[in-house]
């Protein structure tokens, strides 16, 4: 039962509350650059979250026995292999996906998430519990993805994966698209939008300022 | 007595510390290799139906292509359908190719002596060696041709660049271009996939009165007939599109096949 929960726990923890994305601010590159449209950001989501599950769980199989002196060396090739597998099989089964997601899918090799859970987790816990944490850190990294991506298509083209959700103007409708939201600045604005929702609703997440803010106009000792 | 049962072998190997230097070299060795493993099999598993979707791909885009000619599914439909024809060429001799169908040209192309080596002078697109037989596809209304599609190649600033040329029936004139292959910087160089561009091909004119090619992608805005507008931040590419365009229609290129045409021998 404890096992269960505790399991659960690691699994649901970072979809909202510990998300690697708004809290750790990880993988940011990537969640800016696939997400003009919901079905690259699904493609993305699914395929860090393949890289990130198989890395975590190989790396905590040889926990044991990998020196600490070669440890990054060692996790950075298995993550890198991985990758070029997925783009491989990207390229065989979905290629127009893989076309219009270009160099992002083996950029998931420098993707922070997935080293950031393969050292600081992996590396220290067993493999089902390695697997079930790298699965709830993909899965967050995808929600925002999906979050973002899902806004920016609605709003950019009033599309869904493809189909007309809200009728264009030019169409005789009544919306007219925002072509700032396929640009890369409408993905920062939407980010920090929900990075400030998230630190209001849990305030114990903001960071402490690095330095006190610069006051003027006031007299000093 | 050394022990050379390997079940205990790998059990000692386990058992050795993780600093030892012997054992951080052979768990190196042994991530590398079972990496390695999986890479080369995932590549040459999965290479036949990659190269299937590349195919399906060119075929879509020369499709798209010859419909972004302007007037040109009037002229298919008033020729019934089967307007396009495919013809291998033999680029020497600017004639079709003896003995060689389009189900045999890859095997063709498959031996050293059917290549050309090109002379550094002669060789501007960077190529290297040239085909002597190519695909081209022809459109005719009558017997004269109206439509000539080219396929070329040139080297880009990161690789290879191959595209479809489309000429005019006079082999003066640019009725427009797709790029097929190209591994240009993404949002820069990449920006020749972009159809807008693409389009400003059509009308342009290769050659001037004297028949010197005066085709070119400019720096900055085009101008004239034989200019397209350039890609900002993105001359090396540019450069190799114009370099890659002026190569096929010369001499060396489809120049020979052109000339027949002109003269309808085709």
């Not at chain 1, 493809?162 to 640009?183: D, H, K, N, Y």
Request: net charge negative.
């Amino acid at each position: 039962m404890a096992a269960g929960a505790s399991l659960w726990g690691t699994l649901t923890a970072p979809l909202i509350r510990q998300n690697p994305v708004t809290l750790q601010i990880l993988g940011i590159c990537s969640a800016l650059a696939v997400t003009t449209s919901l079905d690259t950001a699904l493609t993305m989501a699914i395929s860090l979250t393949v890289v990130v599950v198989l890395a975590a769980g190989i790396v905590s199989l040889i926990r044991r026995h990998i020196p600490t002196s070669i440890r990054l060396i060692v996790q950075i090739i298995i993550i890198g292999s991985l990758v070029v597998v997925i783009d491989q099989c990207l390229k065989a089964w979905f290629f127009e996906l893989s076309q219009r997601l270009s160099v992002f899918v083996s950029l998931i090799a420098t993707n922070c998430i997935v080293l950031g859970r393969t050292e600081s987790f992996a590396r220290t816990n067993p493999p089902l519990p390695s697997m079930v944490d790298a699965l709830g850190n993909g899965l967050g990294y995808g929600l925002v993805l999906v979050v973002i991506g899902a806004c920016r298509e609605l709003f950019g083209t009033g599309k869904l994966l493809g189909v007309q959700i809200l009728p264009l103007a030019e169409q005789g409708g009544w919306f007219t698209p925002l072509s700032l939201m396929l640009l890369a600045p409408s993905a920062f604005f939407l980010l920090g939008a929900l990075v400030w929702a998230m630190r209001s609703l849990w305030p114990e997440q903001a960071d402490d300022p690095d330095f006190p803010p610069h006051e003027t106009g006031e007299e000093r000792p | 007595m050394a022990d050379l049962n390997p079940f205990s072998l790998w059990r000692r190997f386990l058992n050795t510390p993780n600093d030892n230097r012997a054992k951080t070299l052979a768990v190196a060795f042994l991530v590398s290799a079972a990496c390695a493993l999986l890479v080369t099999a995932a590549t040459v598993l999965l290479r036949p139906i990659q190269a299937e979707n590349r195919a399906a791909e060119q075929q879509a885009r020369l499709e798209a292509l010859i419909a972004a000619v302007p007037g040109i599914s009037e002229l298919i439909a008033a020729s019934g359908g089967e307007a396009l024809s495919t013809v291998v060429v033999d680029l020497d001799r600017g004639a079709a190719a003896t003995g060689i169908t389009p189900e045999t040209l890859a095997a063709a192309l498959a031996e050293q002596g059917n290549w050309t080596a090109l002379a550094p002078a002669d060789d501007i697109a960077g190529i290297g060696n040239r085909p002597d037989y190519a695909q081209i596809y022809l459109l005719r209304s009558g017997e004269a041709v109206s439509l000539a599609i080219l396929p070329v190649v040139g080297s880009g600033y990161n690789g290879r660049i191959q595209a479809l040329l489309a000429l005019d029936g006079d082999m003066r004139r640019l009725a427009g271009i797709a790029i097929t292959e190209q591994m240009e910087t993404p949002g820069l160089g990449a920006r020749i996939e972009e159809p807008l561009w693409q389009q400003s091909f059509a009308g342009k004119q290769l050659f001037d009165e004297s028949g010197a090619t005066r085709f070119a992608v400019a720096r900055g805005p085009g101008r004239g007939e034989f200019e397209v507008d350039g890609i900002t931040g993105a001359t090396r590419t540019s450069n190799a599109v114009t370099n890659m365009v002026r190569f096929w229609v010369g001499p060396k290129g489809y120049g020979p096949l052109m000339a027949a045409i002109r003269r309808g021998e085709f």
